[in-house]
Structure formats: C-alpha cells, structure tokens
C-alpha cells in the first residue's frame, strides 16, 4: 500500500520531535534553545503534514508545512495566541505568543531538513523495492 509505510514513519517521529522540543525547552531560555525548538516545531508540523497526507511528493509537503508555520508565526502579530495562551498555558507552545522575524527562518531550516530526511528515506526504500523485484540479494543492494 502505498504511503503507508511513510505515514508510519511520520506518526512514529512525532512524539519523538514533541520530547525533543520539550527537552531542549527544558534546557533553558537561551538562543540556542529558542533556534533548535523553532526547529523541531517545523519538523514536527511536517512530520504532521506527511501522516496526514503520506502520498503527496516531499516539496508538496514542504511547502505545506512551511505555509503553516508561518501562518501560525504571522498570527502572532495579532493579540489572539497570546490571549488563547492566557486562557490554556499549553496553547503558547502550539501558537506562540510573540512574532519573531528571524523564526521564519528557522522554520525553512527545519523544514529542510525534514524534507531532506524524507526524500532519502523514500529513495532508500525505492532502491530497496527495485532491488527486490530485480531478484538481488539483500547483501547486493546499492
């Protein structure tokens, strides 16, 4: 079935992302922190996007993901995350609460990356299924 195998992927690495964002928040205010969240949370959003939508092509979901995040940093120029936030204190971790120009960025980087990440593995498992109906051994893949 195809996507299937992607989908599961992407289900798989979310909570990953999620205690990896947590973990580095959890390291403390500093830039650094603030840059490798921004990070996860583009990773996530696509790693989102691709257990939604596991057949679209990897740039389709870049380019969706990365519409998303900056919708939601766009949406910071409003009062609105920050109020949500003040009602329900995990919702700054979904919305945000301040724009910060430079996170847009950030987002492109983790969005690249995770792109990147899922057009190897999906060349990989293509090589491997060729491979396969091409009757090759396991040992003599490329």
Same mark, same amino acid.
């Given at each position: 079935?195809?996507?299937?195998?992607?989908?599961?992927? @992407?289900?798989?690495?979310? #909570?990953? +992302?999620?205690?990896? =964002? &947590?973990?580095?928040?959890? %390291?403390? #205010?500093?830039?650094?922190?603030?840059?490798?969240?921004?990070?996860?949370?583009? +990773?996530?959003?696509?790693?989102?996007?691709?257990? &939604?939508?596991?057949?679209?092509?990897?740039?389709?979901?870049? @380019?969706?993901?990365?519409?998303?995040?900056?919708?939601?940093?766009?949406?910071?120029?409003?009062?609105? #995350?920050?109020?949500?936030? /003040?009602?329900?204190? #995990?919702?700054?971790?979904?919305?945000?609460?301040?724009? +910060?120009?430079?996170?847009?960025?950030?987002?492109?980087? =983790? +969005?690249?990356?995770?792109?990147?990440? /899922?057009?190897? %593995?999906?060349?990989?498992?293509?090589?491997?299924?060729?491979?396969?109906?091409? =009757?090759?051994?396991?040992?003599?893949?490329?």
């Amino acid at each position: 079935m195809k996507g299937a195998g992607r989908r599961l992927s @992407a289900v798989v690495a979310v #909570p990953l +992302v999620v205690a990896a =964002g &947590l973990g580095v928040r959890s %390291v403390g #205010p500093g830039a650094a922190a603030s840059a490798a969240g921004d990070v996860l949370y583009a +990773v996530l959003v696509y790693a989102l996007v691709v257990a &939604l939508a596991p057949r679209w092509r990897p740039a389709v979901a870049a @380019a969706t993901a990365l519409a998303v995040c900056w919708l939601v940093e766009a949406a910071q120029l409003t009062s609105i #995350p920050a109020a949500l936030a /003040d009602v329900w204190w #995990p919702v700054r971790y979904v919305l945000g609460t301040s724009f +910060v120009w430079t996170d847009l960025l950030l987002y492109a980087v =983790g +969005v690249l990356l995770a792109s990147g990440v /899922d057009l190897a %593995v999906s060349r990989y498992r293509h090589a491997r299924t060729a491979a396969e109906v091409d =009757g090759l051994p396991r040992g003599d893949r490329a």
